[in-house]
């Protein structure tokens, strides 16, 4: 079984891609968030009440609203040995580069080499990071972002459209860089 968790555009996006219908997958949520039992034709569940097996998928989908629980979701699943990535085939990433679980890579993005991504990250359309970048967990980097090279990313970090770091930049935890931005060191 295919497992999507949480309600938003990055589902939809899933859904497409991944060609899913309602005979093999289920949306999977808080129980807070469980406000229909159907999200475009599938069932919606408390994740919570799903026995999971060791042959499901599950891709999490919660977005840049609330990074931390992104991050506790995709601990949660990775400790059950069914977090897995999304990388949409129009992207690059170097083979010398490591992608941690959970990650969400849309169309477009490019990583370059020597990069270490952690888990639970969100890569928008067409997005860059350049060579010998370190990011650490759930991130998002929304479309036109640019990281530069030998830069390190902690945790929670978003990045907004058409936003740029300079290399060599050192990124806190909880930074927020506003869409059309320039971030020197």
């Known amino acids: 079984m295919i497992y999507l968790f949480g309600i938003n555009s990055i589902t939809q996006y899933l859904i497409y891609e991944l060609n899913l ?3 093999n997958s289920v949306i999977i949520v808080d129980k807070f968030y ?19 097996k060791t042959d499901d998928s599950v891709y999490v989908c919660i977005g840049y609203k609330n990074l931390q629980r992104r991050d506790q979701i995709c601990k949660f699943f990775s400790n059950k040995n ?13 083979s010398s580069s490591e992608l941690g679980q959970g990650n969400i890579v849309m169309n477009n993005v490019f990583i370059d ?12 359309s067409n997005s860059t990071i350049s060579h010998n970048v370190k990011i650490n967990h759930s991130c998002f980097f929304a479309s036109g972002s640019i990281i530069g090279g030998f830069s390190i990313i902690d945790n929670y970090c978003f990045f907004g ?5 300079r290399q060599k930049t050192k990124i806190s935890s909880h930074t927020l ?4 931005t320039f ?3």
Request: proline residues 2%; aromatic residues 16%; hydrophobic residues 45%.
């Open 21 to 23: 219908d309602s005979n």
């Open 34 to 52: 469980l406000k229909s039992k159907k999200f475009m034709g599938f069932d919606v569940k408390d994740f919570m009440e799903v026995d999971f």
């Open 82 to 94: 069914i977090l897995k990535s999304f990388i949409h085939p129009s992207s690059y990433i170097h």
């Open 113 to 124: 080499f020597e990069v270490n991504i952690g888990m639970g990250n969100i890569f928008w």
């Open 161 to 165: 459209f058409n936003s740029s770091v």
């Open 177 to 180: 860089l506003n869409a059309n």
């Open 183 to 185: 971030l020197e060191s």
